[in-house]
Structure formats: C-alpha cells, structure tokens
C-alpha cells in the first residue's frame, strides 16, 4: 500500500519543463492532471465513434446525431464542477477552488465534442451546397449554431490571460453567457432529450439554494451570543486598516461564527465599497482568536477600493477614526471553504509561504501548536496513542518557512510568531519532545544594502546576502516567560552564499531598493564566509524619500526601540545557535530544506505550499525528485511525503 501511494503521489505531482521563448519558462500541468483529462478525452471519443465508422459518408448523419446527444449527456459534469457546494466535492473530500480547473477542461472536451457533433452534420450537407441553406432557414440549425458560438466565447473567454483582464466583468458575462447557451441548447434539442437540459439546472439551482441558505444563517440569523434569530439587518461589522506593502487588513471582532478551520477562506462581500462582489481571502486568525481577519493584497477593483478607504479612514482626526473602526463597514460572509489533509497526522511538517501566502500557513502553523498544547498531558506531547489519534497530534516537528520581499511584512504576524515561539519554549521546559524553527527570507529590502538601526521589530546589523538575524522577542509575546541565558541569542550571522560581488545574484528594485536573489542552500553551513554587498548605485537617502514605504522605516528606525538582545549573552554559549525565528536576505532552497526534514522524520511527512507559481511548481519538483531519489516507491521503508499545494491563481 505505501509503494501504490508513494507511486500515485509521484505521477500526480510530476511535471516537465516546457521552453517556448527565450528567458520565458513555463512547466506542464501536472502528469495528474494529464492523465485525468487525457481518460476523460479518450472515454467521450469511444463513446462518440464506437461501431461508427468516419470514414464512411453514409454514417456522418449518424454520427452527428450521436455526438450531439453525448455533448448533451455531459452538461450535468459541467455545471457539478461549477458549483462551490457540489455532490463530487463532498464525495471527493475536495473543495470547489480544487476542482475548477477540471471544470474547465471538461467544458473544453465539451467544446470539442460540439464541433464534432457540427462539423460531421456540416460535411453531411456540403456534398448537395447545403449549409447555407440550412443556416438561412432551419431554425434547430440556427439554434445550434447560435449555442456552439456562445460556447466558443465561453471557452475562449475562460482562458487565464483573457479572464485576469477583469475577472469581475469575467464572472458577470460567464454567468449570462452560460444562460444563453443553455437557452439556445434547449431550444435546439428534440423533445425527447430535454430532460438533460432541467438536470444540470436542477443541480445549479441546489448549490445556489445551500449557498443562500448558509449565508442567511451566518450572517442575518445567528446572533452574537450564536442563538438563531432573526436581525434584520448584516450582524457583521469590518474594520479596514492600512499595512506596508499595499495590504489591507479587514477585521470582525468577535464574530458570531466561529466555525471555520485553519486555511480556509471566505467570500467576503463589502457592497458599500465594492457593489455586488464577493472575493475569496484567507481567514488569517484562529477562532480562539476571538476575532476574524483577512490581510488583502491590492490588486485592482475590489481590493484596491477596500485599499483606499482603510487609508482615508486613517488619515481622519482621531476622534472621527476611532467612532468610524466602531462602526466599521457592514461586510457579507459566505463560506468556509476549503479542505486540507489534517496536518497532526504527520511526524514532520514543511510549510512554505510566499508573500500573503502566509495567511495560509500561518494558522495552521498555530493550530499545530495549539494541539501540542491541547494534549500536553500526554506521555509524550508530540504523540499520541493510536486509540486517540483521531483527536490528538502525532507531528513532533514543524519547520516555516516564510519568504517577503521587504523585511516590514513580518509586522504581519509578528506578534503570532512570537507566541508561537513562546508556546514551544514553555512546551519543551515542560518535557515535550516538540520542535519548531521558523524562518524569514528577505529577499528585496531598502535596508539590504547599507547600514540601518532596527527597522520595525527586527534587530539590524549591516545586512548582506545571506545574514541571518533574530526578531527580538522582548516585550512582545502575550505570555511572560523568563528568559534563559540560551535564550538570550544575539544577532549571528549563519550563512553567505556571496563568495564576492562579482558573484551574488542581484538586482536592483524600484528607488534603489536591493533585490539579492542568491539562493540559500544551507542555513547551518559555516558561518566564517567571505560576505558581498548590495549597492544598486543609488543614493539611499534619496530612495527613502522617494519611496513612502523605505521613509516609513526610516521613521520607524529612528523611534525609541524596544529592548534588544545584548552581545554579552552570546560570551556564555558555547558553539554557534540557531535564533528562535531566523532572518535572512536570500532566497530558500526547498529541496535541501525537505532532505533535513525527512532524514530525522520517524514517520510520514507534509509539505505545505502558498505563494505565486514559481513557487508551487518548484516545491513540487522537489517533493517529486526526493520521493524519487529516496526510493519510497521501491519498498525502502522510507516515510512518504504528502504535498499540499496552494497557489495566487483565479
């Protein structure tokens, strides 16, 4: 059984490098995914073509019928695959966001079996110069010709490219094209057959129904003190604030659901600002938070609106601020969604977050943790007994990694991380075998390339591709916790991968600001490296001025700071440390990452992935490469690798 998932898993993951341009990578879908639509191809054709010969011109009127009938016989699937509540997402255990690009592809082989369908009745009727005709006067075949057209805008208008043009106008005219086609096909379609018109309706009109019904309950029917009546009006109240790095973060405190799980998402509908949208975001805190917030990049539409009002209503008098953060902006909710393999199964887990790929992991980072606190009466607190496995933790070690751009975004999760960090340290004083190290990559920072005090909470040396430095811990966690002289890590330079300037892969960003791509292979690697400099060749003063974010920090940096962590404390330890919560200007090595993880792993381990594409793809090839290389497909005893991929697509 181990060798038929480690195999599975393999061919689900695998993917091959396709170049097409010079400088412009791309990668093929998934061999998974291949496979699924290339069966899915070859089970419409056999059903189309079997005992049927093509070649045969007295059979294309039969085989212009046939195909038209398995073209209609597969619009149930279509619309199934569109719904967000669907019958093969709860079969499956998969949520909607997971199935949709087999939605599209199987409206592709629909597209497909629709032209057939035409073009065999279209050579049929060539041999006596009839298409015209049949087009100026037959009104079944205006009707079919009217549908295979909308369907052709439909399946051109669902490419990536075109709908991340406008995916709000996108979604308007999917829907009302999708009304059009289904018109045109039931008028098109023989009396007999237009059951399978009503079916797919019938399943649209069901997931509308849960949909509407959920959205009533959670947000007009369930009361603060969760009882069920009626309030007459949105019993959800938003505030918006305005973070570094054009982020919003959108907050409903004590919310009257409190239901959902860590890495699940919400529609979130804010008509005020953004009329008659709902746009999915990660709910970014835990229920025992007592509160639910999103952090939302702006991009266009939607969240540039939601962007814009968190900064008017920031730069209000005081007074006004505070009475508009009381009120707050009424917002709709719609969900949970989204499903994950639960993590407390697994001895190790990797997670990965690119950017606001952390609203991710982040929370299921923290539930990972609450668990350990949750059983920590347990013989073991990393383990627990298979006859309570179902509501225990099994995960002894949890490594995060979290890769930004500027070193301001880990304000984000500040004060998370560091309570994570507090809650392991109390957790291993009590004798629990848990373990978790969390890192930061920095990889484009104004303060890359020069010397700089602290900026935000971060204590700052003269940073260089490849430094690693400790988030300071004083005065920041909720819980108090003496510190131990071990504790007391300075700022310890780990790793440079520069062996001079000529060799560190940088670049400069916008207003000067260092960008150092070098990867970083080996976080414990020596740490007596010959070090490089970033220098764009732009005056520094100069870029912080231009750029409101770098003067922002250099504000920041000039404020009293908090207590730092003193040299001194390093003069009693002995041999080099790894800081609680690392940061580092570079760029992550997943794989090397993933070996250290798996050869102290003592049972099955997870990897967990959020961030841009790049990203996802190369951690998949990773997994793949070292589930490959250590022979878990072959019987070696090797624990297998469970990946879950999570990716900034629409």
């Known amino acids: 059984m181990a060798t038929t998932t480690a195999i599975i898993r393999e061919l689900m993951h695998g993917s091959y490098p396709l170049v097409f341009f010079p400088r412009k990578h791309w990668r093929s879908p998934t061999l998974g995914r291949i496979s699924v639509v290339i ?23 039969d085989i212009g019928y046939r195909t038209g009938f398995i073209a209609t016989a597969q619009l149930p699937l279509v619309v199934l695959l569109a719904g967000k509540r669907n019958i093969i997402g709860w079969l499956t255990g998969t949520s909607y966001e997971r199935l949709n690009w087999l939605h599209r592809w199987v409206s592709r082989i629909l597209f497909l079996t629709v032209t057939i369908h035409m073009g065999f009745w279209f050579v049929d009727w060539a041999r006596y110069d009839y298409i015209m005709v049949k087009l100026t006067t037959d009104a079944i075949t205006q009707r079919g010709f009217a549908a295979w057209c909308i369907l052709l805008w439909i399946v051109l208008s669902s490419f990536a490219p075109v709908r991340r043009l406008n995916y709000e106008f996108f979604v308007v005219q999917h829907i009302v094209t999708f009304v059009g086609f289904f018109a045109a096909v039931y008028l098109h379609l023989p009396q007999e057959v237009k059951v399978w018109i009503w079916i797919p309706i019938g399943f649209f009109i069901l997931d509308r129904a849960l949909r509407a019904g959920s959205t009533l309950l959670i947000n007009f029917l369930l009361s603060k003190d969760r009882k069920i009546r009626f309030s007459g009006r949105c019993t959800h109240r938003a505030t918006f604030e305005p973070l570094t790095g054009d982020t919003t973060r959108i907050t409903i405190a004590n919310p009257p659901f409190r239901h959902w799980k860590a890495g699940q998402h919400m529609l979130l509908s804010c008509h ?48 006004s601020r505070e009475a508009r953060q009381r009120h707050g902006q009424s917002v709709i909710l719609e969900g949970p969604y989204g499903r994950i393999r639960p993590l407390r199964q697994f001895d190790s887990v990797l997670l ?64 998370q991380l560091l309570d994570v960090a507090a809650d392991v340290r109390e957790l291993r004083s009590q004798g629990c075998d848990v373990e978790v190290e969390m890192s930061i990559y920095v990889t484009c920072d104004e303060t890359l390339g020069g010397d700089a005090s602290r900026a935000g909470s971060v204590i700052m040396n003269k940073r260089t591709c490849g430094n690693v430095e400790e988030m300071a811990t004083a005065q920041s966690s909720t819980k108090s ?59 520094r003063s100069q870029a912080v001025q231009d750029n409101p974010v770098s003067k922002e920090a250099s504000e920041r940096s000039a404020q009293p700071s908090l207590p730092t962590v003193v040299d001194e404390a390093q003069d009693n330890i002995k041999g080099p440390q790894r800081p609680e919560i ?66 900034f697509d629409y």
């Open 582 to 647: 690392a940061m580092l200007s570079g760029r992550p090595q997943p794989r090397s990452l993933m070996r250290k993880m798996l050869e102290q792993a003592l049972g099955e381990s997870a990897v967990v992935v959020c961030g841009p594409q790049g990203l996802t793809d190369d951690v998949r090839q990773s997994v793949v490469w070292l589930s490959n290389d250590r022979a878990v497909h072959k019987g070696t005893g090797a624990q297998g690798i469970y990946l879950h991929t999570e990716s």
């Open 39 to 61: 069966a899915e191809l070859i089970l419409v054709l056999v059903l189309c073509f079997y005992r049927l010969n093509p070649h045969d011109q007295w059979q294309w009127e």
């Open 481 to 539: 916790f003496e510190k131990s002289p071990d504790d007391m890590i300075s700022i310890k330079p780990m790793l440079s991968n520069c062996e001079s300037s000529a060799d560190a892969i940088q670049s400069c960003g916008p207003n000067g600001t260092c960008c150092c791509m070098q990867t970083v292979e080996d976080e414990g690697e020596a740490l007596e490296r010959i070090q490089c400099q970033c220098n764009c060749g732009t005056d």
């Open 352 to 415: 990965i977050a690119g950017g606001s790929g952390a609203t991710f992991t982040i929370p299921l980072l923290r539930d990972l943790v609450f668990s350990w606190w949750k059983h920590k009466n347990n013989r073991k607190c990393g383990f627990t007994p298979p006859m309570f496995a179902f509501d225990g933790a099994a995960t002894r070690f949890i490594r995060f990694i979290w890769i930004v751009k500027s070193q301001q975004q880990q304000d984000y999760f500040r004060s």
């Open 272 to 319: 005020g600002l953004a009329p008659l949208q709902a746009h999915p975001f990660t709910v970014a805190s835990l229920p025992s938070d007592g509160k639910m917030e999103f952090l939302v990049k702006m991009k266009s539409g939607s969240t540039k609106r939601f962007f814009h009002h968190a900064e008017k209503a920031q730069s209000l008098p005081i007074a």
